[in-house]
């Protein structure tokens, strides 16, 4: 089943902060974050692991709260170039089968646009 | 530089017609996907690969089929009993299918079928 991401979309300016939430009915193993431009291939962000620790890329960092079963992107200080789709993608943390952690769900994607 | 290329970027077909999706990767990854992305979706996975000559379905394999005869390439067939086959087709390889590998994407097919 689909993760469930909010907002779906964001305006930001330049420097300003925004979270983007991504919340799963099932209990999880990762959650995979990434970023797509326009017309563009997804390109991979950070990975949260179970019992792990919260991960960071430039001012864009992550929590996993394995208990509500969701994870936090945060976006810090917003740079244009931050402007993209967010993907969340979920691996279920079910019988410990190679295949089943490897079979990500992934959220509908939030929109977030940075503006100067 | 390693990576995965995907060709053609766009492909136009009619309606009834069978078409196949390249995709090849120099990263020397184990696994492959493809993945299919609509509007307003997020990624649904098609098909995926662990090791060479052995694939299995994913979550909408209806209508579609692949191959996995070299590590390097993993082609998708769009057939014609697909029945919306319209869409941006992603193709994504990883290390390995453990749950800290991280997805690698090429750059998409958009296909258009009439």
């Known amino acids: 089943q689909q993760p469930v991401q909010s907002p779906q979309a964001v305006i930001l300016r330049e420097g300003e902060d925004a979270v983007i939430n991504c919340s799963s009915s099932k209990a999880l193993y990762s959650v995979h974050w990434y970023r797509q431009k326009h017309g563009e291939a997804p390109v991979f962000l950070m990975i949260?692991?179970?019992?792990?620790e919260q991960k960071g890329h430039e001012k864009i960092s992550a929590s996993f709260n394995e208990k509500k079963q969701q994870s936090s992107l945060y976006l810090t200080a917003s740079q244009l170039s931050y402007s993209g789709t967010y993907f969340c993608?979920?691996?279920?943390?079910?019988?410990?089968?190679?295949?089943?952690?490897?079979?990500?769900?992934f959220g509908a994607g939030t929109q977030v646009v940075v503006t100067p | 530089d390693g990576g995965i290329t995907q060709s053609p970027k766009y492909l136009f077909r009619k309606e009834g017609q069978n078409v196949t999706l390249s995709c090849e990767q120099n990263l020397n990854h184990d696994a492959m996907y493809w993945y299919r992305q609509d509007p307003g979706q997020g990624l649904r996975l098609i098909y995926y690969s662990q090791i060479v000559n052995d694939f299995q379905k994913g979550d909408i394999a209806e209508g579609y089929s692949v191959s996995r005869e070299k590590k390097e390439s993993f082609p998708l067939t769009v057939t014609s009993a697909q029945k919306n086959p319209t869409a941006f087709y992603l193709c994504a390889s990883s290390i390995s299918m453990q749950g800290n590998s991280p997805l690698h994407f090429g750059n998409g097919t958009r296909l258009t079928v009439t």
């Open positions: 993608g979920t691996g279920p943390d079910t019988e410990m089968t190679t295949d089943s952690w490897g079979k990500l769900q």
């Open positions: 949260l692991l179970k019992g792990g």
